[in-house]
């Protein structure tokens, strides 16, 4: 109990999170032969690299008591844009190909945020729009053509794969690595730095931010660019990872990047949760589909069943184990008042 | 009142724009057939449309509609796969579909989980017990009767899900304009802190509401099977957000408290009238839904702008 009181609500959180991954991964090892290994690592690995991005932009829009419902679109735009320029002009520097998929991402990011922010129209409306226009603008610009790994320059596709090194039979390979700095730093900067810190002012409390002398729309704009960036990195990995890139790409990411920030305790009504959270929500999610898919006692056909009771096992319990947090809480401030 | 009486008349006069643009300029757009298969077509979206707009106005939402109408739909077809008579496998799938709305209820009013992520979780897990049951077959050869139903029509040319679509259209008219239930959907939406001090069981009725929402997904999912005559696990997916579009379109606020059946009922022609005309002019769906999504922004934008002049005061804010 004691242990309860003293860890902050989201440390308590993150341990919990570690605690469920640990007893899922323990569950289905004793269930599949030769579970536990190092491709298992890599798989799981390759395909968070790019949730993990987009998770990440989706909680630093939630936090600010808003959603994206259009990264889905930006990540197939941007992976699609980066294939062609990459196509067209084969020997471009690396950096300036990273550049434009960020710059295409943040774009349509800036797009969201003038009108959540500015013109003030809810987010989930304006998302809803930019879903169906980005997705559109993508089918225009495509031209009914599709990208295919082949005319892609061969340092592209290697470099999601390339070992940057390895912990055992774990190996961490760039794609992953890469994402994971980007967490640790959206991490560090949420964490300790003061002008991060506004995202969760405006979202606990939007009048109070205000008053405190907060610029809220800046933040709330400030949280849609990042989102679009991040979804535009996403693209670039996407691209690089699968090389086939239609019209179709990223389609259902927005849902996803949704689940995965509140699997890992993001507070959808904004102010609380952490990039952390987001990022092993995005692990255990990929890691059920991973592990349904190849658990023998059903077919595979139950993955999403599983996945839906999952979710809304999370969030019971967070709700539930929060309230009954802060009634301790409060109940051990009074008594320590007396 | 007037703002919204004057919304709905630019709907209208929208939708006569479009109705005019279409009669003008395609032969026979105006012929009864081409005007029933119209609304045939998106049957169950418009459908799913009239019970979200209580949703939306009681400051809900509902993304599991379209995943309800598929874990329906395949129920149907599994159900009748081995053996069971259609009419009780009918039975069957409307009965899940109040338990599935039921239980989204149940954990949004008791609970006090936010509808969103609920309805997030029952999206994934109604579509995952969908796929359960079919995996990635297709099953078709309903009976004579059942397919008859959805596709040929019931009283003269008139099919029957268009018939029920008029009737749920009034019967949920009568209920939101006229009865008490409509008007403690409108107080709860603005502000359920005061409909529960004022006496009302809230959660009650957000559990009636989605467990309302959750048998109209079923029945739906009924009707996609009867009129395409076979279900495959990905029927009515992506449906919830077109649902959602036409009724925000038809001037239904998301922070609950303000729209109309009528608005909803405007805004269905519109995009029911854009998409066919766009259709006909050898426009790709991607596009249509992004001219939707352009209207749809239009119709927060618009209203603000004529407001703000008109009265000269500042928009309402929104966060």
Known sequence: ???????????????????????????????????????????????????????????LVILTRNIDLSVGSVVGFSAFATGSLISNHPDLNPLILLLYAAAVGTGFGMLNGVLVAYARIPSIIVTLASMALFRSALVEYSNAKSITSESLPAWLTDFPNMPVFSLGAMEFRAGFTASLVVVLIVHFALTRLRPARQF?????????????????????FAAFA????????????????????TVVAGLG?????VASSVVGGVNIFGGSGSVIGAFLGAILVDLLETSLVRWAVVSEFWREAVLGALILLAVTTDTLFSRRLAALRARKSKESAK | MTRLYSWEGLLFATFVIIFAFNAAFTPDFLGLSNQINLFQLSIE???????????????????????????????????????????????????????????????????????????????????????????????????EW??????????????????????????????????????KTYVIGSNRDVADFAGIDTARHKIVLFTLSGLT???????????????????????????????????????????????????????????????????????????????????????????????????????
């Open chain 1, 253 to 257: 990411f927005e849902l996803k990047s």
């Open chain 2, 45 to 143: 979206k418009i459908i799913l449309a009239l019970v979200m707009t209580f949703i939306i106005i009681n400051a809900e939402i509902d993304l599991s509609v379209g995943s309800m109408m598929g874990l329906s739909a395949c129920a149907f077809g599994y159900l009748y796969q081995i053996g069971t008579p259609a009419p009780a496998a009918i039975a069957i799938c409307l009965a899940a579909g109040v338990l599935g709305g039921f239980l989204n209820g149940w954990f949004i009013a008791r609970l006090g989980l936010p509808s969103l992520v609920v309805t997030l979780a029952t999206l994934i897990g109604f579509r995952g017990l969908a796929r359960v049951m079919l995996e990635d077959r297709g099953i078709g050869d309903f009976p």
């Open chain 2, 217 to 319: 997904s079923a029945f739906a999912g009924l009707l996609f099977a009867a009129r395409v005559g076979a279900v495959r696990g990905d029927v009515g997916s992506g449906f919830e957000l077109d649902v959602i579009t036409i009724v925000l379109l038809g001037g239904v606020s998301i922070f609950g408290g303000k729209g109309t059946l009528v608005g909803t009922l405007l805004s269905i022609l519109i995009v029911l009238n854009l998409r066919n005309g766009m259709g006909l002019m050898n426009i790709t769906g991607h596009i249509q839904t992004g001219v939707i999504g352009l209207l749809l922004i239009a119709s927060v934008v618009i209203p603000r702008i004529k407001f703000a002049t008109s009265r000269g005061s500042k928009p309402e804010a929104t966060s």
């Open chain 1, 200 to 220: 969760f002012a405006v979202g606990s409390n939007p009048e109070a931010a205000e008053m405190a002398g907060i610029d809220a729309h800046r933040t709330i």
């Open chain 1, 1 to 59: 109990m004691a242990l309860l009181t003293r860890l902050s609500p989201a440390a308590l959180r993150l341990l919990a999170l570690l605690a469920v991954l640990a007893l899922v991964l323990i569950f289905f090892s004793t269930q599949i032969e030769g579970y536990l290994n190092g491709r298992l690592f890599n798989r799981i690995s390759s395909s968070v690299a790019i949730m993990a991005l987009i998770a990440t932009g989706q909680t």
């Open chain 2, 146 to 183: 059942f397919n008859a139903l959805g596709q040929k029509g019931l009283i003269g040319p008139l099919p029957f899900a268009l018939l029920a679509f008029a009737l749920l259209f009034a019967l949920l008219y009568v209920l939101l304009e006229r009865s008490g239930f409509g008007r």
């Open chain 1, 226 to 245: 990042l989102s679009g960036l991040m979804a535009g990195l996403a693209g670039f990995m996407f691209l690089a990872r699968f090389g086939n890139i």
